[in-house]
């Protein structure tokens, strides 16, 4: 128990009956839950009927390997899983009570997608997908197909609920489920079968839930047939971070606790480990407009810590700008090291997060223009995007003619006449004789397996990888790159491709915006104006195009295999939760953005229901999340205009950010004049160092 404070082990320690440990953040829930685990093997609970439960698959990894430290081997039967990897096990040990083969498929998204399809009749990707997200809506709060229909609220839901009952028909007939299904399908065979409740109560000494204010209506009823009425259980969360709602998570099921089980232990979890007192008065001073279930106030002894700050800009690049230039001069700190020369910190020590997948782009722009090396996460990275992938495989075949994956996706993208079954023959002929697929398309005994035809295409394309390779080798310098770069995609009639692909001319124009800003950013690179190593302008070193390709396949190879890497992260705020780091800054806080609009441009409510005043208080657990992963500074930036579909509005500040009630001596900060006076005292100190040297 060493370690832990008197709130955490009280949670520890009490075994015997339903507890809720309300864990502020960064309060140590992850070291309450695996210390109770430890705690309850050594009172001689078997490991094995000990069950702890997450929300993400790395969680449950995390747990586990904090278990094994700490418990040892004696922690390999602890069931550590997701809520979807439990239902997978009740499933394949329960499932033939339903109809379910043990051998059952699981279906992901895009299955989904294509069943839906057929279901409704139409080939309209838009629509199933709110079908999609409607009948994963209903089934988190446990309705199906027949309750669903008699639910329905308008002739829409009455459609949707048709084609869920379709749906459902053809998961019966596949011997299939989808994600939902697997709390879903649990949850009426504990509830239905008393025999098998029985049995799985019998076998669930203790039962441990993370993030359960995370928790859906579907998911708390399976706790519970689990559970039993001894309710043998710890639920660790926190109200203040319940961020979910629009996937079917509800506060409600805090609220059910104490009613369902009136011996119900409730524990806090106050004190912060993680950041300054000035960040944690601005994180308690937010949420504190929102009602309380159960209150709490974190508190940390790190100290004061920097001040809050807040920055505003006159638009999003401005805006992306001033966020470059206060990472920079974070980095660069205001501290030498001892040889003289400036510390800087890690590239990972910093976070920018925000509302909403789309403000990532011009952050993206800014951050290659720096040359700040970053991921992205809970969205889409620049690099990941489909587009930027497709050029990516050409340029890494070009590069190494032996890379496969890359070839299927060159030859394919876009479509050349060279078919599934010309690949397939291509493929196995490649295996037989131990050869890449780019070599086996040029041997002489391929045509015994292919059609003369067939061979004609796949000749006439390795020969363009040959010259496409030969004339990259021959570009030199930003102007010739780009011309070269310009009439590839034309000969390839890549534009044309993404006009084909996309049922939205919108998202086609965007996509192909994405091709043209890539070609900017590689022809810039063979004018010399950007340097990988050092991060820096270094004048006129001009580079062929292959040179530039070759570096890119490098780091194209780098950033799939290397997971923790020394890279700033960009992330929204909802795939921020759970994370922290030293230095976090929040962009675009603004009205309309962070709390999200409610309204439409004519004033009427974007929300069906008449909750207003909830999804605001999500909001506001939003903005608070965000502000309690900074460990040891905090900036929060807003815009004076900005982009609203084609028109550009005045920019309003976030309501969040009067309630943080900053000082207002110390919120002003200007990044560049900071970084200014950086590069002044490092220069002055070289020159005094150079002075000294020369006396």
């Not at 048709?162 to 998961?171: K, N, P, Q």
């Amino acid at each position: 128990m060493s370690g832990l404070n008197f709130a955490q082990q009280e949670a520890v320690n009490y075994l015997h009956g339903p507890a809720l440990v309300l864990a502020g953040a960064g309060s140590g829930k992850t070291r309450v839950i695996t210390h109770k685990i430890g705690r309850l093997i050594q009172a001689g609970m078997p490991a094995k009927r000990i069950a702890a439960i997450t929300f993400t698959n790395k969680a449950a990894s995390e747990m586990r390997e904090r278990a094994k430290q700490l418990v040892g081997r004696g922690a390999n039967d602890v069931v550590i899983c997701t809520f979807h990897a439990l239902g997978v096990r009740l499933m394949r040990q329960f499932g033939d009570v339903l109809g379910l083969k043990p051998q059952f498929s699981i279906l992901d998204a895009d299955d989904v997608l294509s069943i839906l399809k057929d279901a409704g009749g139409s080939t309209d990707n838009a629509a199933a997908r709110q079908w999609q997200w409607t009948i994963s809506l209903w089934k988190n709060e446990g309705r199906n197909a027949e309750q669903a229909l008699a639910q329905a609220r308008d002739d829409n839901e009455r459609v949707i609920a048709t084609i869920m009952g379709r749906y459902e028909e053809r998961l019966t007939a596949y011997q299939s489920v989808d994600f939902d299904d697997l709390i879903g399908l649990p949850l009426r065979l504990l509830r239905d079968h008393p025999e098998v409740r029985e049995q799985v109560q019998q076998n669930m000494g203790h039962v441990l839930v993370d993030e359960y204010q995370d928790t859906n209506a579907t998911q708390y009823e399976l706790l519970k047939y689990m559970v039993g009425e001894r309710g043998r259980f710890t639920a660790v969360g926190d109200d203040d971070q319940s961020i979910y709602g629009w996937r079917g998570a509800t506060l409600d099921n805090l609220k059910k606790l104490p009613i369902d089980y009136p011996e119900l232990k409730v524990i806090k979890l106050e004190q912060n480990y993680r950041s300054t007192s000035a960040i944690l008065r601005a994180a308690n001073n937010v949420i504190g407009p929102n009602p309380k279930l159960f209150p709490k106030t974190l508190w940390s002894d790190l100290g004061e810590g920097e001040p809050v700050r807040v920055v505003d800009g006159d638009n999003e690049e401005h805006e992306a700008e001033r966020a470059v230039n206060r990472v920079l001069s974070l980095r660069a700190g205001d501290t030498l090291g001892a040889s003289g020369s400036p510390q800087f910190k890690e590239w990972k020590d910093f976070a920018i997060l925000y509302r909403a997948n789309h403000q990532a782009r011009v952050l993206e722009k800014a951050l290659r223009r720096a040359q700040i090396p970053y991921k992205v996460s809970g969205g889409q990275s620049f690099f990941d995007k489909a587009e930027i992938r497709d050029l990516c495989a050409w340029f890494r075949l070009i590069v190494n003619n032996n890379d496969d994956p890359a070839f299927l996706r060159a030859v394919g993208t876009p479509k050349r006449g060279i078919g599934h079954t010309t690949l397939g023959q291509l493929g196995a002929f490649a295996t037989q004789y131990k050869v890449s697929l780019f070599e086996a398309l040029f041997s002489n005994s391929l045509q015994t397996v292919v059609s003369a035809r067939a061979v004609g295409s796949l000749h006439e394309f390795g020969r363009y990888i040959n010259d496409l390779e030969y004339r990259a080798r021959q570009t030199l310098g930003a102007e010739d790159a780009k011309t070269f770069l310009m009439e590839w995609l034309k000969e390839i009639g890549y534009e044309q491709h993404l006009l084909d692909s996309e049922e939205n001319d919108k998202v086609a124009a965007a996509r192909w915006g994405n091709v043209l800003d890539f070609c900017d950013w590689m022809s810039a690179r063979c004018g010399g104006t950007l340097d990988d190593a050092a991060g820096a302008t270094t004048g006129p070193e001009i580079k062929t195009l292959l040179e530039v390709v070759q570096t890119v396949s490098l780091l194209s190879t780098i950033s799939e295999r290397e997971k923790d890497q020394n890279v700033l992260t960009l992330s929204t705020l909802h795939a921020s939760k759970g994370l922290e780091w030293p230095h976090v800054m929040l962009i675009g806080v603004n009205e309309g953005l962070l709390p999200f609009k409610l309204d439409d441009d004519n004033g009427k409510k974007q929300v069906v229901s008449d909750d207003i005043a909830q999804r605001l208080q999500e909001e506001r657990r939003l903005m608070y999340v965000g502000i309690t992963r900074a460990q040891r500074s905090l900036a929060v930036s807003w815009v004076k205009q900005r982009k609203q579909g084609r028109e550009t509005v005045r920019g309003v500040p976030s309501r969040f950010i009067a309630e943080m009630a900053l000082d207002q001596a110390t919120i002003k900060e200007d990044p560049r004049e900071k970084l200014k006076a950086l590069r002044a005292e490092f220069a002055k100190k070289a020159q005094t160092d150079l002075a000294s040297a020369k006396g």
